[in-house]
């Protein structure tokens, strides 16, 4: 068992030498929205995410975002208004002229 702890810490030392940071991963996950990164890099992404769950998490999370972003305009008719309705309004400012606050 021993020995199986040694070559993984030596497999995980060897990733974070030659992996880019987290910090460089996640621009260059920001910059793979925008345009495709070589197969090299993809590659280091991969490897860094084998031992950083916390980037990979951000990684899924920052497609997610992105993707919903852009099919945000598509739904927008569907989304109910903004604001309140005439009626909710006026109940609203008449309780406030009451003091009757049970309704709000």
């Known amino acids: 068992m021993k020995i199986i ?4 810490e030596r497999w995980e030392v060897w990733i974070w030498q030659h992996t880019p940071h987290c ?3 996640l621009r260059l996950a920001s910059q793979s929205l925008e ?3 070589s197969f090299r890099t993809r590659l280091k992404m991969r490897l860094h995410f084998l031992i950083c769950v ?3 998490r951000y990684v899924k999370q920052l497609k997610f975002v992105h993707h919903a972003g852009a099919h945000l305009d598509h739904q927008d008719e569907t989304l109910p208004g903004h604001g309140l309705s005439a009626e909710a309004r006026a109940r609203i400012v008449q309780n406030l002229k009451t003091g009757d606050r049970k309704d709000l």
């Open 23 to 25: 910090t460089e991963i």
């Open 54 to 56: 916390w980037c990979e």
């Open 5 to 8: 702890a040694t070559i993984k």
């Open 35 to 37: 345009q495709p990164l």
